[in-house]
């Protein structure tokens, strides 16, 4: 077996636990994992192809979420403020990046030479 062949087959193998996973949570754990799901069928499909391709990360948040009911709410509320301040950086920090790249930008770029275009000296003539 190739390496192209051994690169396609084992995406064809995530993919397929992908699937599995995805749609075992779709059906079963959705609802365990986030109250407000419940009974909204009609978004389900749209979150599908991140499932499958992220399903390692939906199992492991899986599996926590189940652990988790011994877990003091205060520990909660403060990864959920971590997370939130988090945002708050990178939504202030994208505008200060983006802005320091249109400055430093070079401006005294030579301009493209310019192309005369002639029409053939056959078609001219006639």
């Known amino acids: 077996m190739g390496a192209a ?35 909204a069928y ?14 390692p990360l939906v199992v492991w948040r899986w599996l926590d979420a189940a652990t988790q009911t011994g877990r ?3 520990l909660r509320r403060r990864h959920k403020r971590a997370h939130a301040v988090l945002w708050l950086i990178l939504a202030g920090l994208l505008p200060l990046v983006l802005g320091t790249a249109v400055t430093l930008r070079q401006h005294d770029l030579p301009a493209p030479a310019s192309l005369r275009i002639d029409a053939d000296t056959d078609e001219a003539e006639e």
């Not at 009609?42 to 399903?55: A, E, M």
């Open 72 to 74: 003091p709410p205060s």
């Open 5 to 39: 062949a051994l690169i396609v087959t084992l995406g064809q193998a995530w993919l397929l636990a992908g699937l599995g996973v995805a749609l075992a949570f779709l059906l079963f754990g959705l609802d365990r994992i986030d109250p407000a799901a419940r009974g």
């Open 42 to 55: 009609g978004f389900r499909p749209l979150l599908l192809p991140g499932l499958v391709l992220l399903w």
